[in-house]
Nanobody
Framework: QVQLVESGGGLVQPGGSLRLSCVAS????????VNWYRQAPGREREWVAV????????NYVDSVKGRFTISRDKSKNTVYLQMDNLKPEDAAVYYC????????????WGQGTQVTVSS
């Protein structure tokens, strides 16, 4: 069993909040960097945020800076994306991706979770 299990998507009004979760099943996030991507219909998949799981370094696409926060809980082998002040343009399917460091080339994608922002 090697899988990323995502949850937390749903329907929110503009200005609302959601917290997405990405749980590593069958492996540990140790020695991985973990990313969130999103894809809206008819658009290319867009990188949103990344965290170095071991060191905690983070980075974000400019459009979500100040509104989204990526974090991890090492006791739960889980990465989160806290999304505040959501805007209609944030609506998309959000995907978790884990990339193994060290040159082995291992990558894992989650199945995606739908985020809808609408009145």
């Amino acid at each position: 069993q090697v899988q990323l299990v995502e949850s937390g998507g749903g329907l929110v009004q503009p200005g609302g909040s959601l917290r997405l979760s990405c749980v590593a099943s069958g492996f540990s996030f140790t020695n991985y960097v973990v990313n969130w991507y999103r894809q809206a219909p008819g658009r290319e998949r867009e990188w949103v945020a990344v965290i170095n799981y071991a060191f905690g370094n983070t980075n974000y696409v400019d459009s979500v800076k100040g509104r989204f926060t990526i974090s991890r809980d090492k006791s739960k082998n889980t990465v989160y994306l806290q999304m505040d002040n959501l805007k209609p343009e944030d609506a998309a399917v959000y995907y978790c991706k884990a990339v193994l460091l060290g040159g082995s080339g291992g990558t894992y994608w989650g199945q995606g979770t739908q985020v809808t922002v609408s009145s």
